[in-house]
């Protein structure tokens, strides 16, 4: 169904700010017939045509016909913006993590997936835009108006607004984050000694759990806990 969710007017006027979301497309995604209808909204806000509050980021686009990309509107709505054709076709059925950071000078796309990072730039000025109206998340309302066909066709989930340019390295970790396994830290007796066994990260000790806390650079699992530290907390 052509469902969306719509957020507050965003504190936006600025060139400097990242967008991050979680998408897992149905298919078919976007006509790519080459009309109108061949971009959906991911996080968009928009005013008149030309006018004011039109920027955010998208999936197609009018002249990305050869799949379903990332995409974003920034500049007023300017053609080197939703024209840019970035390469980064988000594939259906699974869910990846897209990013466009905006900075004065450039605009960084990332696609992070399991089969890896994909990232892309578009180096042309990008001026403050000021977000006037609400935001729309899986929608654009292209000339203020809501359209059906431009309703993303998929899954969205964990949409954020940095209110600065994260760098590639702040992408990656994000994703990384995110899909990591937990890291769970267990105790086993082993005759009459215990030892610490964990996946992976490193070791923090305190002799209370409020603290402090310091690191253990050398220790690594199985790591043996002596009598003396059985009563301390280990993290």
Known sequence: TNGYATAPQLPLATNTVTFVAWLNPASPGPDTSGGEISWAGILMTRGTQGGPSNAGIGYGGTNQFNGDMLGYTWNGNNGNTYGFVSGLTIPHGQWSMVAVAISPTNADL????????????????????????????????????????????????EVAIFKHTLSAADIVNLYSAAVAPPTILTIQQVGTTYQLVWPFGTLLEANDPAGPWTVNATASPPYPLPATQIGRAHV
């Open 110 to 157: 990332y696609l992070l997936n399991q089969g890896g990072v994909q990232h892309t730039n578009n180096a042309i000025a990008h001026t403050a835009e000021t977000w006037g109206g609400n935001a729309a998340i899986g929608q654009d309302a292209n000339n203020g108006l809501l359209n059906g066909d431009r309703t993303f066709s998929g899954l969205i989930d």
